[in-house]
């Protein structure tokens, strides 16, 4: 089994991504909440986006597992480009296009589109399907592809049409084809 882990709260006054934005407060405390139903499950090992606030999640995470860390870039959230770690009130001045009825296609100035996240992770399930008891820990954007990809959903912006919210722990089969959020 797999289970996939949403890091916890940043500080969301800017704009996310590949950004290198710490957890809050607030962040750390779901975490630490959630920590403990991770102990119930069958891990063995952990591979964490290397973005920062993914790395944070997952050094609170093994304090109580204490397993082997991987760090792996494909795990990483959308790329937003130029608009990456930017205060998002200069974002929507600089950049208002990005904000209001943006379609899959529309690609970050030096960034992606949201469809190229979602090929991105269809990329990635022939590796996810040789893992076993694995917790990764991602970001939002990887776990609704991975949604949208095995619940058969067209692939829209709706950024909370699966319930991933921050410190989420989800369960993925990919022998059934399953995906589902477990706490």
Not at 29 to 34: A, L, M, P, T
Not at 121 to 142: A, E, F, K, M
Not at 157 to 178: C, G, P, Q, T, W
Request: glycine content about 6%; hydrophobic content about 40%; proline content about 2%.
């Amino acid at each position: 089994m797999i289970y996939l882990m949403r890091h916890g709260l940043d500080d969301e006054r800017y704009v996310g991504g590949f950004s290198d934005v710490s957890l809050i407060d607030e962040g750390i405390e779901q975490v630490k909440n959630n920590r403990i139903k991770l102990t119930s499950l069958n891990i063995k090992r952990i591979i964490s986006s290397d973005i920062k606030r993914a790395r944070e999640t997952t050094g609170i995470v093994n304090e109580v597992l204490g397993l082997p860390i991987e760090y792996d870039k494909r795990f990483r959230e959308l790329d937003k480009g130029l608009l990456t770690g930017m205060e998002v009130m200069k974002a929507k001045e600089e950049y208002p296009e990005f904000f209001d009825d943006v379609k899959i296609t529309d690609k970050y100035p030096q960034g992606e589109a949201m469809i190229d996240l979602y090929k991105r992770v269809i990329d990635i399930i022939p590796y996810l399907s040789t893992l076993n008891d694995t917790l990764i820990v991602t970001h939002r954007g990887v776990i609704n592809m991975l949604y949208y990809i095995l619940e058969e959903v067209e692939l829209d912006m709706n950024k909370k049409r699966f319930n991933v919210d921050h410190a989420s722990i989800h369960e993925l089969d990919l022998k059934v084809k399953k995906i589902r959020r477990i706490y």
